[in-house]
């Protein structure tokens, strides 16, 4: 099939890469301009290499993109991890019109943070949407959906490097095929069971103490390794990476005040929250750079009895 590849960054690299393995006519690639300063996209930078048409549009709603799509007279345009708008003029021109990829179960987790969140909320469960790009956000009809546990310990790492970025390029293959072959179904999203969350970012990601054991370890979770949850030390801001729970079997067996210290060790110290304790592994002062928690303690002056808040 002849595809335009619309993406940035790895996930669009990987994209092209498994289209480009299996032998398909990649007519051009679509990415984002980099910020001033910032490395070349490696989705661009593959693109090059393989001497591919690359087009770097500040707006995919410019009549020039808008041409330059047309003129490829591609079947399909697969949408690879893309942050810009592409309005309909622009996604109806492939003959067979155009796939999205979406790493979350729509129509639930609409929005830029979709893998965060559900981690965040607790889920038990999250996976991806290949569908229909259209003018709402993430609201297109769904052609293909995969389903992934969320463990008690994953994190956002875990979850999208493990499995939804190796699902999700192999979704984006098996939508495209059913498209191309005409055997595909769309299914209407249901806006009774929708729901949408914004951006995941340093605001959200601020820690409270007080708040109960799984929420805190959800959110710390839910932000490693982006956007880091934290809570300040001494009036600095402290990002928690690595992080275990131990709840508490009672309440009067919970150990320290909220948000206290109350034990280090060679590779770890722990936190009191309502409910247990929180060990964290590895941290970032605002000052330095990532480290394990004792080498943080040593270098800032952590000890028992400190208080983060």
Same mark, same amino acid.
């Given at each position: 099939?002849?595809?335009?590849?619309?993406?940035?960054?790895?996930?669009?690299?990987?994209?092209?890469?498994?289209?480009?393995?299996? #032998?398909?006519?990649?007519?051009?690639?679509?990415?984002?301009?980099?910020?001033?300063?910032?490395?070349?996209?490696?989705?661009?930078?593959?693109?090059?290499?393989?001497?591919?048409?690359?087009?770097?549009?500040?707006?995919?709603?410019?009549?020039?993109?808008?041409?330059?799509?047309?003129?490829?007279?591609?079947?399909? #345009?697969?949408?690879?991890?893309?942050?810009?708008?592409?309005?309909?003029?622009?996604?109806?021109?492939?003959?067979?019109?155009?796939?999205?990829?979406?790493?979350? /179960?729509?129509?639930?987790?609409?929005?830029?943070?979709?893998?965060?969140?559900?981690?965040?909320?607790?889920?038990?469960?999250? &996976?991806?949407?290949?569908?229909?790009?259209?003018? +709402?956000?993430?609201? +297109?009809?769904?052609?293909?959906?995969?389903?992934?546990?969320? +463990?008690?310990?994953?994190?956002?790492?875990?979850?999208? !490097?493990?499995?939804?970025?190796?699902?999700?390029?192999?979704?984006?293959?098996?939508?495209?095929?059913?498209?191309?072959?005409?055997?595909?179904?769309?299914?209407?999203?249901?806006?009774?069971?929708?729901?949408?969350?914004?951006?995941?970012?340093?605001?959200?990601?601020?820690?409270?103490?007080?708040?109960?054991?799984?929420?805190?370890?959800?959110?710390?979770? #839910?932000?490693?390794?982006?956007?880091?949850?934290? +809570? /300040?030390?001494?009036?600095?801001?402290?990002?928690?990476?690595?992080?275990?729970?131990?709840?508490?079997?009672?309440?009067?067996?919970?150990? &320290?005040?909220?948000?206290?210290?109350?034990?280090?060790?060679?590779?770890?110290?722990?936190?009191?929250?309502?409910?247990?304790?929180?060990?964290?592994?590895?941290?970032?002062?605002?000052?330095?750079?990532?480290?394990?928690?004792?080498? !943080?303690?040593?270098?800032? #002056?952590?000890?028992? &009895?400190?208080?983060?808040?």
């Amino acid at each position: 099939m002849r595809i335009a590849i619309i993406g940035q960054q790895d996930f669009g690299k990987a994209v092209l890469e498994a289209y480009l393995a299996r #032998g398909d006519d990649v007519a051009a690639v679509f990415c984002a301009p980099e910020k001033p300063g910032a490395k070349p996209d490696p989705l661009k930078t593959l693109a090059l290499d393989q001497g591919l048409i690359v087009h770097q549009f500040k707006s995919l709603r410019e009549p020039q993109a808008i041409e330059a799509m047309r003129d490829l007279r591609a079947d399909i #345009g697969i949408m690879a991890f893309v942050l810009q708008f592409a309005p309909q003029d622009f996604v109806n021109l492939p003959r067979l019109g155009t796939i999205q990829y979406h790493p979350s /179960l729509l129509p639930r987790y609409r929005g830029p943070s979709s893998i965060n969140w559900p981690i965040i909320r607790g889920d038990r469960k999250t &996976g991806l949407s290949i569908f229909r790009p259209s003018d +709402g956000l993430d609201e +297109g009809a769904i052609i293909v959906q995969k389903e992934t546990a969320i +463990g008690e310990d994953d994190t956002l790492g875990s979850v999208y !490097f493990e499995r939804l970025f190796p699902m999700g390029v192999s979704a984006m293959l098996e939508a495209a095929d059913l498209v191309y072959s005409g055997k595909h179904m769309e299914r209407v999203q249901d806006e009774q069971e929708a729901s949408y969350e914004g951006w995941c970012r340093s605001a959200e990601a601020r820690i409270n103490w007080a708040n109960h054991i799984d929420h805190v370890y959800n959110l710390i979770r #839910g932000c490693n390794p982006a956007p880091g949850a934290w +809570g /300040l030390f001494e009036g600095k801001k402290v990002q928690c990476f690595d992080a275990r729970k131990h709840p508490a079997r009672r309440f009067s067996s919970v150990v &320290g005040s909220i948000g206290e210290v109350s034990e280090l060790s060679d590779k770890s110290f722990f936190v009191s929250v309502q409910g247990g304790r929180i060990e964290i592994f590895k941290v970032k002062h605002e000052d330095g750079k990532k480290q394990n928690a004792a080498e !943080f303690a040593a270098a800032y #002056g952590l000890k028992n &009895g400190s208080v983060l808040g």
